[in-house]
């Protein structure tokens, strides 16, 4: 999985979701703007984070507490709740 990049910064946060409040949108494929990264960290639980943009090899990750997702510019992806989880997304640029 990438890295965000060290010249990036935070500039804003998602709300926190749960498995019964993460928006339908999240859940299919979807992209950031250009240039900016988004930081996907799990509070509780797990997330399957699937990177599904054809111009990309597709990739396939079970995100946790210990293990956070990072979402590139302009890239297509998605989450799946696979079970009780807690997640907030930070936005870089």
């Not at 507490?65 to 297509?76: D, K, L």
């Amino acid at each position: 999985m990438k890295t965000i990049p060290d010249h990036v910064v935070h500039y804003k946060s998602s709300p926190v979701f749960t498995d019964s409040t993460v928006p339908q949108a999240l859940q299919q494929g979807h992209t950031t703007a250009a240039g900016v990264w988004g930081r996907i960290t799990v509070l509780e639980g797990s997330l399957r984070y699937r990177i599904t943009a054809p111009s990309v090899q597709a990739e396939e990750h079970i995100l946790t507490p210990e293990r956070h997702g990072v979402v590139e510019p302009q890239i297509e992806h998605e989450v799946e709740v696979i079970g009780p989880v807690k997640f907030q997304v930070d936005f870089h640029r």
